[in-house]
């Protein structure tokens, strides 16, 4: 059974920089979509990135292309998500995910059947 663990969320000031890492234990990710979802107060979770077996297929939402960035380390079995210029409407707590069903559409989001706990993020103005 897969396990998630997220971690890198914090407190960070409008304009920098986080990475998460969502390190998996059980089984190995590298046949599994991979995503990252977030949850703001009040809000539905979302999904803001994703990427599939090969590293160039990836899924951004659009209020976070060209500042975010997916990407997995096979050997780490990890998944990161690089977040750069960091806005105040980023805080929210941000969850990695696995889709285990071998299926290939990035953005279908009911196929994301593994979760972790989530991290904190907080991007102050």
């Known amino acids: 059974q897969v396990q998630l663990v997220e971690s890198g969320g914090g407190l960070v000031q409008a304009g920098d920089s986080l990475r998460l890492s969502c390190a998996g234990s059980g089984e190995m990710l590298n046949f599994y979509r991979m995503g990252w979802f977030r949850q703001a107060p009040g809000k539905e979770r979302e999904l803001i990135a994703a990427i599939g077996r090969t590293l160039s297929n990836t899924y951004y939402e659009d209020s976070v292309k060209g500042r975010y960035t997916i990407y997995r380390d096979h050997a780490k079995n990890t998944v990161y998500l690089q977040m750069n210029s960091l806005k105040p409407e980023d805080t929210a707590v941000y969850y990695c995910?696995?889709?285990?069903?071998?299926?290939?559409?990035?953005?279908?989001?009911?196929?994301?059947?593994?979760w972790g706990q989530g991290t904190q993020v907080i991007v102050s103005s």
């Open positions: 995910a696995a889709a285990t069903d071998y299926g290939t559409d990035l953005a279908q989001r009911s196929a994301y059947n593994y």
